[in-house]
């Protein structure tokens, strides 16, 4: 999370515009999460501050870009369970922080270097691979950015890097640090060792009613019955509207019309050209060529620069396109004129053209003008509820207003009924479980749409709190989590009197018979890998030890305990020389520059007093409702 930090706090607006991709909000189920506006901050810092609607703006962009990187629609449910959420906002207290700094100091940025950085956000670029202003607009429109807005975080963006530049410049890790991290790091051991398995326990004999009733009111939560919910779903679904469209030929042909470039893909090249004054020069060259010379050593010959052209048409190539296809890949063309001078064109490579036909891409175009008819209407839907839902205080009126149809369910958390069962009549959507279960009773919630493609409205009419089980209901589940617990101490227990004897006496031979289990001997050991059977906590521990020393840990998988012996410490010589060992420094010096830049940081939250709106941020978030 820290070099997140760092990250975002020196380019956190150029960030946002990487990888853009188009991505339905609505489809996620936050659109209206997102459409909400409340003019109030978030986070005031100083006289500075980040506001509600700055913040949900900036936030669902880091999620677009998480669910471009991952392949898949990345939901506020899940930046929350992953922390994603919480990070972000972290980075976006820090950035004002550096704000206030630069703000300090009174460092300005010129209006050309603004220009420039944004002329190099690769996402702005139009079909020649250029910035274009039409693009750039509409990227903004798609990203919730005015343009004013965003040429203010540009120059903002800019002038952090003003103050972060020497801030972070001119480190140098001293010899004897250096020495002593890479001793550290690349420290090696060996260890032989005996598992302790629950077979070396013997029998645990099964708990008496009073033990097992003590443990199940010991641990009550786990031994509980589910929370129930009483509530009526208003729902309607992609099934309930894709059977009603009806896509025309005419759509289908201009969608193709309007994507001709994805499915009419032209024969390209990879290009290298070498550029001559005169024809007999270029004539010299290509006889060279004949003659066994190499493309680019014909260049150097003649003190000439190739230039590559990667992934050109034809068409991108102008006049010189007829001759660069007209050979096969690797060949060389005779010499071409070109305006003043005479070319020489090499085919490194070709990527062969594709072409799909409309009735091929049939298919696919309907499919996709069938999802934006279903979205369109799911919004649609959405809106007629909330309209509705103005005039009728029940939500089975607004429903019926708006189109949907009702089900009323007593549901859990995980989407069960009280027989066990997926409550009967609801999907099996989370997303539609966490709001029943965020939702508050008696007030039907607003109209949400879910990745599943399903517009939802709840209203919770009663709760069925958790109530404990009987010792009969809960006796195989808690006599199964009692012996699991009671094996587990016992092992530890029985693990760390051997490993005292293993201590005394130097030796596993003597431990290892007792329990009739092998002494073994594994790979050598580095902080970095272990052996596949010891866990994190033993490899800890066996890092810790002198030479000789013996631990106990519990296995990888947890089913035993190993007692371990280490045999051998080694450093490997420190390669001052090696080009790695530079490297490293060099970078170890650069984390040294921006630990002191989040400490700069740190401090003006400190000085600047920090005050955050929990309730607004967990609207902001996906945890809550703002008011």
Do not use: C
Request: charged share 20%; no cysteine; proline share 5%.
């Amino acid at each position: 999370m820290l070099q997140q930090m760092r990250t975002f706090t020196k380019s956190w607006v150029a960030n946002l515009f990487l990888g853009l991709i188009a991505l339905s909000f609505v489809a996620w189920g936050i659109g209206d999460m997102f459409r909400t506006r409340v003019d109030t901050n978030i986070v005031t810092m100083g006289s500075s501050e980040i506001s509600y609607d700055s913040f949900t703006r900036d936030y669902r962009n880091v999620l677009r870009n998480e669910s471009a990187r991952a392949g898949r629609q990345v939901t506020p449910e899940d930046a929350r369970k992953s922390g994603l959420g919480q990070a972000v906002f972290d980075q976006m207290v820090t950035r004002l922080a550096m704000d206030n700094l630069v703000n300090e100091l009174g460092l300005t940025v010129a209006d050309d270097d603004v220009v420039s950085r944004v002329h190099k956000i690769s996402a702005f670029n139009g079909p020649l691979g250029t910035f274009d202003r039409n693009v750039f607009l509409s990227t903004l429109q798609q990203r919730g950015y005015t343009e004013a807005d965003f040429i203010s975080a540009i120059r903002g963006d800019v002038a952090r890097g003003q103050l972060l530049a020497p801030v972070e410049a001119g480190f140098s890790v001293p010899d004897g640090y250096a020495h002593a991290l890479f001793t550290y790091a690349t420290e090696l051991r060996a260890a032989e060792y005996v598992t302790v398995s629950v077979q070396a326990l013997g029998k645990i004999e099964p708990p008496s009613d009073t033990v097992l009733a003590a443990y199940i009111k010991a641990h009550a939560n786990q031994f509980s019955t589910s929370e129930f919910r009483s509530v009526s779903v208003a729902m309607l679904g992609s099934d309930d509207i894709a059977p009603t469209l009806k896509v025309s030929d005419a759509q289908i042909a201009k969608q193709y019309s309007d994507d001709k470039a994805t499915y009419v893909v032209p024969e390209k090249r990879d290009v290298q050209q070498i550029t001559f004054p005169t024809e007999d020069a270029a004539k010299q060259a290509r006889a060279k060529i004949d003659s066994g010379l190499a493309f680019e050593a014909t260049a150097f010959q003649a003190k000439l620069t190739v230039d590559d052209r990667n992934a050109v048409s034809k068409e991108d190539l102008g006049p010189l396109g007829d001759a660069a296809f007209s050979v096969p890949e690797g060949g060389v063309t005779q010499p071409v004129k070109n305006f003043a001078s005479w070319v020489l064109l090499h085919v490194v490579k070709i990527a062969p053209g594709k072409t799909t036909t409309l009735d091929q891409a049939r298919p696919e175009i309907v499919k996709k003008l069938t999802d934006q008819m279903v979205q369109a209407k799911l919004g649609d839907v959405q809106n007629a509820f909330s309209d509705a839902s103005r005039h009728a205080s029940e939500l089975p009126d607004a429903a019926k207003a708006a189109g949907m149809h009702v089900v009323r369910a007593m549901v859990d958390a995980q989407g069960l009924g009280p027989d066990g069962k997926p409550a009967a009549g609801l999907p099996a959507d989370p997303d539609l479980i966490a709001h029943i279960f965020a939702a508050d009773v008696g007030e039907p919630s607003d109209p949400f749409i879910t990745a599943t493609n399903h517009v939802y409205a709840v209203a919770v009419e009663g709760v069925t709190p958790p109530r404990p089980k009987t010792l009969d209901q809960a006796r195989v589940q808690a006599t199964q989590a009692w012996t699991n617990e009671q094996t587990q101490t016992l092992l530890k227990k029985r693990a760390d009197e051997l490993a005292k004897e293993a201590e005394h006496e130097h030796t596993l031979a003597n431990v290892a018979q007792k329990i009739g289990a092998p002494v073994q001997a594994g790979v050598a050991l580095s902080r970095q890998r272990g052996n596949d059977n010891f866990s994190p906590a033993l490899m800890e521990k066996i890092f810790s030890v002198p030479g000789g020393g013996v631990v106990s840990g519990p296995t990888a998988k947890g089913d035993g305990y190993v007692i371990a012996r280490v045999t051998g410490v080694m450093h490997p010589p420190i390669p001052k020389t090696s080009p790695g060992y530079r490297q490293g420094l060099g970078q170890l010096a650069n984390q040294m520059g921006e630990d002191l830049t989040v400490a700069l940081a740190n401090d003006e939250k400190v000085r600047e007093k920090v005050t955050t709106n929990q309730k607004l941020l967990d609207q902001a978030l996906g945890g809550g409702d703002a008011q």
